[in-house]
């Protein structure tokens, strides 16, 4: 462009004025990169930079296998990983969601891919996110091999920003869970949680709004430890102890991840039509967190049970005549299962409770 009539020439909008920084995405993308290299398994050498990741399913030792994909979010708890500035452990949620969800059918998780959505690109916030991220994907063992980075601004606001992730998995055919064969008097396991995980946040946020305290305040709950940080507590990853107790016993029938609906909304999920679960909730130890929730927000028992995990992450159906060699490879795989309850003949409601949660 040139000046006429000795006016200066007129500079044209550009993608980074209308508030789209590409090279801030670009460096974004090499800072992160040893993060994935760190997450390299058999089948993914966890390269990023093409168009599409790849995954060799014969290098990972699969020889007629089904996939099994999965995709999450975390909810509004990115909201509080925000307004805290604490941005490295949400990533190991977004991770946990996904490959709980593919580990449940009896699928090992193999690969995942996130979605990172703002309205201003920070490259140390997204890499801080992706930092949690890999450490997700190497507590499953699986490989991060790709992600897409949006920089949106008038869709969301400042710093706000938002997560998805996309998991697959595989198992070889015909050791897909549930299996068939669930009958009344199996036995019902539960693997402890580490807290609230990543269902809830909308009504844990308006308890924290209702008893006016800050983030930074002490949780009153967890000497030693702020509220903002405690409520951050990363989800717990399953895999691994699950995949071991997979391979050491063909005692468990079905297995069960506790998230949004709690008990009630996704154990019959994992159900056969004709059977039911009797759960002991006196066998359950919800950690403090939980207490503080209901007695804050005068929440029943029955809500908290449908909403959250209440202690319990994950529920593992064993057979009647193999729950002791079920109970000893989660334990030789560092789990501390609790008996839980019994499958039952199912009545009008596909799960039934019995005592009362220790909130």
């Known amino acids: 462009m040139t000046a006429k009539d000795g006016n200066e020439p007129k500079t044209g909008l550009t993608y980074a004025a209308a508030g789209v920084d590409i090279d801030a995405g670009n460096a974004m993308v090499e800072t992160i990169k040893p993060l994935v290299r760190s997450t390299r398994r058999p089948g993914a050498d ?40 604490r941005h490295d452990t949400i990533g190991i949620d977004l991770v946990a969601m996904c490959v709980n969800d593919i580990i449940v059918q009896g699928a090992e998780p193999l690969f995942f891919l996130d979605y990172y959505a703002t309205g ?21 063992g699986c490989a991060l091999i790709g992600g897409e980075t949006a920089e ?11 997560l998805a992730g996309f998991s697959v998995g595989a198992a070889e055919r015909g050791a897909l869970l549930p299996r068939p064969g669930i009958r009344p008097g199996d036995v019902v396991l539960g693997l402890p ?7 809830g946040f909308s009504l844990v946020r308006r308890i924290v709004a209702k008893t006016g305290l800050g983030w930074d305040a002490p949780a009153p709950f967890a000497p030693g430890r702020s509220l903002g940080d405690e409520l951050l507590e990363p989800t717990r990853i399953y895999v691994k102890p699950l995949l071991a107790a997979l391979g050491a016993t063909d005692g468990i029938r ?39 929730l ?25 057979a009647a005549d193999a729950v002791d060699d079920v109970d000893e490879a989660l334990t030789r795989a560092g789990e501390t299962p609790v008996r839980l309850g019994r499958i039952t003949a199912r009545g009008p409601e596909p799960v039934t409770f019995a005592g009362r949660l220790a909130l």
């Open 46 to 85: 966890a390269e990023i930079g093409g168009f599409g990741g790849l995954f060799d399913l014969k290098a990972a030792g699969f020889r007629d296998p089904i996939l099994v994909a999965a995709n999450d979010g975390v909810g509004t708890k990115v909201k509080i990983a925000i307004e805290t500035g």
């Open 120 to 140: 201003k690109l920070v490259p140390g916030v997204g890499a801080d996110i992706v930092r949690g991220i890999a450490e997700g994907c190497r507590q499953a």
């Open 152 to 162: 949106m601004p008038g869709l969301y606001d400042g710093s706000d920003y938002d």
């Open 193 to 199: 949680s580490s807290g609230v995980h990543s269902n």
């Open 254 to 292: 079905a297995l069960a991840h506790i998230t949004g609906g709690g008990f009630p909304d996704n154990l019959p999920r994992v159900l056969p039509d004709d059977v039911g679960i009797a759960v002991d909730l006196d066998a359950v130890t919800p950690p403090p967190v939980f207490g503080w």
């Open 294 to 318: 209901a007695r804050e927000g005068g929440v029943a028992e029955a809500e908290m049970l449908r909403t959250f995990n209440c202690g319990i992450g994950m529920v593992v159906i064993a």
